[in-house]
């Protein structure tokens, strides 16, 4: 009980308490779901729960608790050909911004750290219990807390003063930018449909 209140005693200590819970709650909810939803879900229930809780919680920590715990936000901008398809923004670029609480950085690097490596050991459980189902969800997992940790790390080492144009994309995803791409889709499309 003592490990619980000196949580909530640390938890207070925030700069933003609600967003670190919530960081913390995002966090949590997927692998809770994930560990004891058979006992009370069917398994397609149990699948759409954890990962509709895991794309929530890649969003909130996205777009919100990291802008606010620790100043960094980043996203994909797959017009930058020349450059990262990564775009950042830090609080580096706005010196001298506010300062970073240490708690708030701490447990948010702690949990987007832990976050992976958890998923990862659930995906060797599941190889070695040979349940292939549950691997397809955990390689979700992997690939949305694993995809937030490379944009905040590569975000956290991101200097605005050097140029990005010096180093190669790690990945791209394709340019979608206009909609002739989805006509071209769907002229295929309609082409299989009428034969």
């Not at 609600?18 to 069917?42: T, W």
């Not at 229930?45 to 960094?72: E, M, S």
């Not at 990564?86 to 987007?112: C, H, M, Q, V």
Request: glycine share 4%; charged share 15%.
């Amino acid at each position: 009980m003592d490990h619980v209140k000196n949580f909530y005693q640390t938890i207070l200590k925030s700069s933003h308490p609600l967003v670190l819970s919530l960081h913390i709650l995002g966090k949590a909810a997927p692998i809770v779901f994930y560990l004891i939803g058979s006992l009370f879900m069917s398994f397609t229930a149990q699948f759409i729960t954890v990962l509709l809780l895991l794309a929530v919680d890649f969003y909130l920590t996205k777009n919100i608790n990291g802008r606010k715990l620790v100043q960094l936000r980043w996203w994909y901008d797959s017009s930058n050909s020349k450059e990262s398809p990564l775009t950042f923004e830090s609080y580096k670029a706005y010196a001298p911004g506010p300062p970073i609480n240490p708690i708030d950085s701490r447990l948010f690097w702690w949990s987007l750290y832990a976050s992976p490596a958890l998923w990862v050991v659930f995906g060797i459980l599941c190889i070695f219990q040979l349940k292939f189902l549950y691997l397809v969800l955990i390689v979700l997992a992997v690939c949305l807390t694993g995809w937030n940790l490379h944009g905040f790390r590569d975000c956290d080492k991101w200097d605005p003063a050097v140029s990005s144009t010096e180093t190669e994309p790690w990945f791209q995803l394709p340019n979608l930018a206009s909609f002739e791409n989805m006509g071209r889709l769907a002229r295929v499309q309609n082409f299989f449909r009428s034969g």
